[in-house]
C-alpha cells in the first residue's frame, strides 16, 4: 500500500501544475509580456490600486492559464474522438468495398455458369435434331 491516496496524489499534481503556471506567468511579467486585457481587469477590480492591481492579474492570468489548457485538452479529446470516427468510417467503407467486389465477383461467376449451361444446352439440343433428323431420314428411306 503506498503512502499517498489517490486523491492525495492528485491533490499533489495539481498543486506542482499550478505552481508551474504561477512561474511561467511570473517569468511573463518579468519580460513585460502581460496580457493587456486581463491587466485591465486587474486594475479595474483593484480600484486602479497597482500593488493590488499585481497580485489580482496574477490570480486572472493562471485562470487563463488553466483555461487555455483545459481547451487544449478538449480539443486534443475531440481530435482523438474525430480521428478515431473517421478510423471507423475508413474501415467500414473498406468492409462495404470488399462486399461490393464479393458480390461482383459471384455475379461474374454466376454469369459464367449460365453461359456454360446455355452453351451445353443449345449443343444438347442440336444433338437431339440431329438424332432427330437422322432418325426420321432412317425411317422414311427404310419404311419401304
Known sequence: M???TRNDK????QRQ???KLFEFDMDEIANNKRQKGLWGQA????NGDEKKAEAEYIKLRVESLKDELEIQKQEETEKA???EELKKLSEE????KAETKAQEEQRIKIEKEH???ESLTIKYLLALIIVFLISTFFFIYYKD
Do not use: A, M, Q, R
Not at 10 to 13: Q, T
Not at 43 to 46: A, F, H, Q, R
Open 93 to 96: 467503407e473498406k468492409k462495404k
Open 17 to 19: 501544475h499550478e505552481t
Open 10 to 13: 492528485l491533490s499533489i499534481f
Open 115 to 117: 453461359t456454360v449451361i
Open 2 to 4: 503506498g503512502l499517498f
Open 43 to 46: 486594475i479595474v477590480k483593484s
Open 81 to 83: 474522438i474525430l480521428k
